[in-house]
């Protein structure tokens, strides 16, 4: 029997590891590794400077600042009000409460072109909304936020509500005896304990806004070097038959994703070895 | 052979040479015709029209399904892999692509079909607001200050470029025109326009819905549809004093057809456009037909206007593209410029 196979075996306690993580790694590679390694190879045909030309181009720069930009403001903003709105559906109870619950998945489900043209329908300045607005939202970078914000909400509460459904209000009583005002607790008791959760959801709404297209073109305008997201320029790329140049873009888009992911990996390891706020 | 199972196995025999013998009389064929988005409609009618014909004359059914969407993203799917039979699209420089990066069809297509195998044409015209009410008659106008112009993206969408090369061609036709002067004025023109749709129905939709814009450059046919869906009494159709004759070309795809064993079909299916019945359909659909004596009957629709080609304007699709929409192009120098 070769070392290493035993080597593998003696550590885990479950029986099956071996064929649970042979069945991963294919359904990993299978999924997500072989389709991206294809991005990879397509880009890896171009030569360095023929690569460096595409991915730094005025026009594709400019992307990059408003997806990336807009991606973190509406992850932030997600943050924020996913918060609120998952601890009023967990700590409260009230009338309609399972809609309320209900209506928070709907930007999961609805095909996103349909929520990018319910938006900008609402948005402009003949809208419902846009026209009591003083400034516009359809057609401006601002739309953008508006569309990547309706697509991450679900993904804060639906990840911050479990948790918070386990916090033991005991544990808040307990805070409150011991002397603890308000903000104390909120502070020291429960943030520390959502914060995973909250950074999780975080993580997934960023990402997701990074890669969204459906929703955005249709607000966005899509004028170059002002309201053109960077999935768009991928498209345009494509829509000449660049395939090359196309997936250097998408090559950077992922990288820089992936890389921000780790990070936020890494912070939530952090936050939860007990570290942060 | 008197073992059940041999019985039912005779049987099961029988029935399936049965089947085999019927379907050699009479055939059930299934045709892809790949297109661009605005012809559903175009082709929702002339599928139907030109399954009667064949079964009268083969007796074989034919199902056509139709597959639309933006003209570059239909080719790149063909090429990708996607079986098309015949490919109905919004420029010749997509069935180029075709042909060049997945060697589909022969480099000479265009020549295998009358009329640069464009069986309908149409152009690229203004639809304003009820009444004009910033006076728009021409390409000049605007340019003028205070005049908002809705295209759709030339990168993203074919129809876009028709619309853009109708304009820039304008431009060079002038008295003193040049290459100098009309990218001057294309650069005004971008600059009046807010939003760039990554389709022409989008842009449709930004014009005629959200309300946005004076001026939404349009093909013919969507400009008359945009009338018939919308109501005459919400715009007006400006035809500019000339324009650009866009040519909409249609291929049969060479290897998917022999692979499939459906080139007569296709082949019969692209040339039935050409026949007076498909002529009428395509102008019912406001294409604009080239049979002389379907336009006569159609002139009231389609107004005379002065209509230059882009071979003569701008030496084929390849140099246009490269000239005008590739990267660092014309049009990224409007945006990269200032």
């Known amino acids: ?277 | 052979m008197t073992h059940p199972s041999s019985v039912r196995r005779l049987l099961v025999a029988a029935t399936v040479s049965l089947v085999a013998a019927a379907s050699v009389l009479a055939k059930d064929i299934t045709l892809l015709n790949v297109s661009y988005d605005p012809t559903r409609e175009l082709y929702a009618d002339f599928n139907k029209a030109f399954a009667a014909r064949w079964k009268a004359k083969t007796g074989d059914t034919v199902l056509v399904k139709q597959s639309h969407g933006g003209s570059g993203k239909q080719a790149r799917s063909v090429i990708d892999g996607l079986e098309a039979d015949v490919v109905t699209l919004a420029l010749a420089y997509d069935i180029d692509e075709i042909g060049e990066r997945a060697k589909l069809l022969p480099a000479d297509w265009q020549k295998r079909l009358p009329h640069n195998s464009a069986p309908y044409t149409s152009t690229y015209i203004f639809l304003v607001r009820k009444g004009n009410p910033k006076g728009i008659k021409d390409w000049s106008d605007l340019v003028k200050p205070g005049v908002s112009v809705i295209t759709a993206n030339p990168k993203t969408s074919g129809g876009a470029r028709w619309g853009y090369l109708a304009a820039y061609g304008w431009a060079l036709r002038q008295p003193g025109g040049n290459d100098a002067r009309a990218r001057d004025f294309i650069a005004r023109l971008f600059a009046n326009v807010p939003v760039l749709d990554s389709g022409a129905r989008g842009s449709t939709v930004t014009f005629a819905e959200r309300g946005v814009g004076d001026v939404l450059l349009a093909w013919e046919n969507e400009a008359q549809l945009s009338l018939k869906e919308f109501g005459v009494d919400k715009f007006d159709i400006v035809y500019p004093s000339s324009s650009i004759l866009a040519e909409p070309p249609v291929a049969v795809v060479d290897k998917v057809v022999d692979k499939r064993g459906t080139r007569a079909a296709a082949q019969a299916y692209l040339e039935h456009l050409y026949t007076p019945e498909g002529q009428e359909i395509a102008a019912r659909h406001f294409y604009r037909p080239i049979d002389d004596q379907v336009a006569a009957k159609h002139a009231k629709v389609f107004p005379k206007i002065s209509l230059f080609t882009i071979d003569d304007t701008f030496g084929g699709w390849a140099k246009a593209q490269k000239t005008h929409f590739a990267d660092g192009g014309v049009f990224d120098q409007i945006y990269t410029r200032k």
């Open chain 1, 1 to 277: 029997m070769p070392r290493a196979h035993l080597l593998l075996t003696r550590h885990s306690v479950l029986p099956g590891f071996n064929l649970a993580l042979g069945f991963t790694l294919l359904y990993l590679a299978l999924i997500v590794l072989i389709p991206l390694s294809a991005a990879f190879l397509k880009t890896a045909t171009m030569t360095a400077p023929a690569f460096w030309s595409a991915v730094t181009s005025p026009r594709v720069l400019a992307s990059y600042r408003l997806t990336f930009s807009a991606s973190l403001a509406a992850a932030l903003l997600n943050a924020l009000f996913g918060l609120v709105v998952a601890w009023v559906l967990v700590r409260y109870e009230f009338p309609a409460r399972r809609l309320v619950d209900a209506l928070v998945d709907l930007p999961f489900a609805l095909p996103t072109a349909v929520a990018g043209i319910a938006l900008t329908a609402l948005y402009s300045s003949h809208g419902w909304l846009g026209q009591w607005l003083p400034f516009k939202v359809s057609y401006t970078p601002l739309g953008v936020l508006v569309a990547l914000t309706f697509i991450g909400l679900p993904f804060v509460v639906r990840t911050v509500q479990p948790v918070l459904e386990d916090l033991q209000q005991e544990a808040e009583e307990a805070a409150a005896t011991l002397g603890a005002d308000r903000w104390q607790t909120f502070r020291r008791v429960i943030v520390p304990t959502l914060m995973p959760a909250l950074l999780t959801g975080f993580a997934l709404a960023f990402a997701r806004a990074l890669g969204e297209y459906g929703s955005v073109i249709f607000i966005a305008g899509n004028m170059p070097m002002v309201s053109e997201i960077t999935p768009l320029l991928i498209i345009t790329k494509l829509e000449q038959y660049d395939y090359a140049g196309a997936t250097a873009i998408a090559t950077v888009l992922l990288v820089v994703a992936f890389v921000l992911l780790l990070a936020i990996n890494a912070l939530q390891a952090w936050t939860r070895a007990g570290h942060g706020p």
